[in-house]
């Protein structure tokens, strides 16, 4: 994903689109969901898994309204 695309992500993501972001695979990620070591912190809401933007933007060191 681009810079572009990161910083246009609402408030929060589903566990693919935080996934690719990071590199990982949509089988993996769930593995790490439901474990609890996904690296991202993962808000469970009923049977869907959601990533909190921010959070995700700061584990790749992308801050929010630094351009560059």
């Known amino acids: 994903m681009t810079r572009s695309q990161l910083l246009a992500l609402p408030a ?3 566990l693919v ?4 972001a990071l590199g990982i695979g949509r089988t993996t990620a769930y593995q790490l969901a439901r474990t609890g070591e996904f690296p991202v912190p993962v808000l469970r809401l009923g049977t869907r898994y959601r990533v909190v933007s921010s959070g995700l933007l700061a584990a790749l060191g ?3 309204g630094v351009h560059g």
């Open 17 to 20: 689109t935080a996934a690719k």
């Open 12 to 14: 929060t993501t589903d």
């Open 62 to 64: 992308i801050e929010h």
